[in-house]
């Protein structure tokens, strides 16, 4: 069975603090890698995708990186500023000629920054 | 370009009652999808549609969910009758050919079922 598994469950940070995030999935054969942020009360918004030739990838303060040989992937948030709390959902999909493409998603990292 | 567009945004009703939530894609999205969140946990797909035909509905209820996409735009997912378990938030997702597998989401509806 597909499986994505992130840790910590929560994290609470001091402002300005950095902070990496863990995903470590089990999909194979495996096609890309997304990391999405969750807001409270909103739906998830996408911050990076990686396929298996990449390993790294970066937006803005967010830099997420990919060993597809160990099947880990880890979200470093630099910097983090307030609106950084929400929760961080690690997505990764199938191939489309194993898995059909089916994405499998992870239960979340909740982050909070504190002041 | 205009996001997914969900609605209700909030939903209260006893079990046994009958609710349907509605979704507008993103335009020329034709892949879209339905999904459960449940409070702690990551989205879990109920059903997803190409235009207007199914693609995988395996872990849609399908004893009381059911959900249709009949022109490949909009869409409606309802459920009846509602059961306790079936609080959570529905989100709806789009998608379209050639912008990779990022999906975008619409803000979803949080349903409380008494």
């Known amino acids: 069975k597909n499986q994505v598994e992130q840790s910590p469950q929560s994290l609470i940070i001091l402002e300005g603090k950095n902070c990496t995030l863990q995903c470590n999935y089990t999909v194979s054969p495996f096609s890309n890698l997304r990391w999405y942020k969750q807001d409270t009360g909103r739906g998830p918004v996408s911050l990076t995708i990686?396929?298996?030739?990449?390993n790294t990838k970066s937006n803005g303060r967010y830099t997420a990186t990919l060993d597809a040989d160990t099947k880990q992937s880890s979200l470093h948030i630099t910097a983090s500023q307030l609106s950084d709390s929400a929760s961080y959902i690690c997505?990764?999909?199938?191939?489309?000629?194993?898995?059909?493409?089916?994405?499998?998603f992870g239960d979340g990292t909740t982050l909070t920054v504190k002041p | 370009e205009a996001g997914v567009a969900q609605s209700p945004r909030y939903k209260i009703i006893e079990k046994r009652q009958s609710v349907a939530f509605w979704c507008n894609p993103i335009s020329g999205h034709a892949t879209l999808y339905w999904y459960q969140q449940i409070l702690g946990q990551g989205p879990k797909l109920l059903i997803q549609f190409q235009n207007n035909g199914v693609v995988d509905d395996s872990q849609l209820p399908k004893d009381r969910f059911s959900a249709e996409r009949l022109k490949g735009v909009d869409s409606t997912l309802k459920i009846q009758p509602a059961k306790l378990e079936d609080s959570a938030v529905y989100l709806c997702?789009?998608?379209?050919?050639?912008?990779?597998?990022?999906?975008?989401f619409g803000p979803g509806t949080r349903l409380l079922v008494l």
């Open positions: 997702a789009s998608r379209t050919p050639g912008r990779g597998e990022t999906q975008y």
């Open positions: 997505v990764v999909s199938g191939a489309l000629w194993g898995n059909a493409g089916k994405s499998t």
């Open positions: 990686m396929t298996f030739s990449e």
